[in-house]
């Protein structure tokens, strides 16, 4: 434990889960985002809840660190209290046609789909709208006690954030801007959602969150939960400079160069719970279930 | 000539070794080009980045570095690829930027496309591209032939009429049944305008395809780095590149590597630094096992470059990385 009593601070359950319902994730690329999603689904899951898990872009990560080969639309029973998914554009589509602007089934197969799926890559906000809007939808039904979302990297999270805005604007009639007005309302309910960042303690990871912070909060687009900082150094007690040349050297001067560097980058960020560096572990479910693991720690 | 591509996963250095290895051809003397992405502050200062547009600027003895701007890039490939009447409509239309951004691989299109005209320039003895970071760099090389396929694919066609007729169209477009159902669901003017746009986008498509097959040609005969940890996701990133059609990367470089040395199964003396060596010791092996597998699974010799406590902050700690790599062959990558 550091005197300023900032260590060790990872102890602390990192996100109070208990009242929220949804939990989107968010970080720039590399530093652990799909690590703590499927952390905080099975943390959640542990503790009872009942879980979805979802992944709104790519499910190659979320997959891995639940153990999995891939994700399907549906949601499929990963462990009790655990379910999860991925957002994949043509089904995606399909409902959002079907549940939301009441296209009959009959008239979403084939063309129609096709033409909505070329427009939506077209108009800004209109693919964005379809990924958001399900995660929302899924949080809304009530099916789940807990939603945690993989999200887009920090440099799209707010395209995403923004669509149901976006669209409501540039959509002046229809049916598409009837169902945006829920949407922004359920986003910016702080009691239900709330958006996680995870960061490194690294130059360019922990610019980006500065940097989406600061837009997310200007625009008010959805309440900031926490900024959890993965892969961090505890400070090394002891005189390196008595050491003798060696690996015991080598690797203390690393270590405490590594860990300068963690910190000058800590400090600019708000105060928020820290995951350790894990040394040695190979398996991404390895991680997912150590990190589900320390936060479960009293 | 040469042309490098550095590409890997999210995170793993890519920009830092681009830049370290810009300076090593230039430090040759070779008249080198780097094109960037998104340097962290620190880089771009060491470089002298800061600020730096999208055509080359001079950084050090022949040394010209570029950002790449994939909003202008589209711009550039909309006026000189489409039909004269097309290009200036296409680049006017609100949903232009939109669209091209959104289009599958449309940043790394936009890079493939700066990279040939750096390599037609023939101003260039090694031309260096940092490539996007979106699905580790591997769509990089699918990117021409995604570009043609959503350009001139049976979907444009379908939406705007086997041939091209003129604007009246549009007026078909929304009169065809399935259409009055996206048009109740978005209204009409913006299904109008977007009508547009894609009619306007197909006109494009023969200059575009065109020059998507140059394209390709030149990133099949470029040098290919690979980067990547010793992590998971990297490494599942970085082995998609030796699944692509045109051959395997020349290069695979892993990066922040600790000394295999560190390694002890048990810690001499309990001691703190003892226990920081037993544990760093296992993630030396770690990574070493990672490594020893990505290289039996792909017939591969892969460089290493010990792990840099901080981004280099100057020309000189530049030098100093790319010097303390082990098995990186730089008279190959040159020529």
Known sequence: ?298 | MSAVLITGGGGVGKTTLSAGLALAAAGRGLTTLVVTIDPAKRLASALGLDGLGSDPTPLADNLWGAMLDATRSWNDIATRYAPPDVGPRLTANPFFEAATQHFPASQSFAAAEEMTIHIESGQWDVILVDTPPSAGGIEFFTSPARMRSLIGGRLLKWLTGGSLPGRRLVYRFTARPALRIADAALGSELLEAVADFLIDLRAAYDGIAERSREIERHLSTAHKVVVTTADPAPLSEAAKFFELENGPPEFVVFNRVLPESWYHPTSAAPSPFGDNLVRWGTEAHRQAEARHRFSARWHVEPATIPWQPQTPSDLEKLELMIDSAVGLDLDRLFT
């Open chain 1, 1 to 298: 434990m550091r005197p300023d009593g900032r260590g060790y601070r990872y102890r602390r359950y990192p996100c109070q889960v208990v009242d929220k319902r949804l939990l989107i994730v968010t970080g720039k690329g590399g530093v652990g985002k799909s690590a703590v999603t499927a952390a905080l689904a099975l943390r959640a899951a542990f503790d009872g809840k009942r879980v979805l898990a979802m992944a709104m872009t790519d499910d190659t990560g979320l997959a891995m660190h639940l153990g999995i080969e891939h994700l399907r639309y549906r949601p499929s029973h990963i462990k009790s209290g655990l379910d999860a998914m991925v957002i994949e554009r043509p089904e995606a589509l399909n409902e959002y046609l079907r549940v939301q602007l009441g296209v009959p089934r009959i008239a979403q197969l084939g063309p129609l789909a096709r033409a909505f799926d070329a427009l939506a890559s077209t108009a800004p906000g209109i693919r964005e709208v379809i990924t958001i809007g399900k995660v929302l939808y899924e949080t809304k039904k009530g099916t789940w006690d807990l939603v945690v979302a993989d999200g887009p990297p920090t440099g799209q999270i707010g395209s995403h954030l923004r669509a149901p805005t976006t669209v409501a604007r540039l959509v002046g009639a229809g049916r598409v801007l009837d169902q945006t007005g829920w949407m922004i309302r359920l986003l910016r309910d702080r009691s239900t959602t709330g958006l996680t960042v995870v960061t490194t303690a690294e130059e360019l990871p922990v610019t980006e969150t500065i940097e989406s912070l600061a837009a997310i909060d200007e625009e008010n687009l959805i309440g900031v939960e926490n900024v959890i900082v993965n892969r961090t150094l505890d400070p090394l007690d002891g005189d390196v400079d008595g050491l003798s040349d060696g690996p015991a050297k080598q690797a203390a001067l690393l270590h405490n160069a590594l860990f300068d560097e963690q910190e000058r980058w800590i400090a600019r960020l708000p105060d928020g719970p820290r995951v350790p560096y894990f040394f040695g572990l190979h398996t991404p479910p390895e991680v997912a279930a150590r990190m589900a693991d320390l936060w479960g720690m009293p």
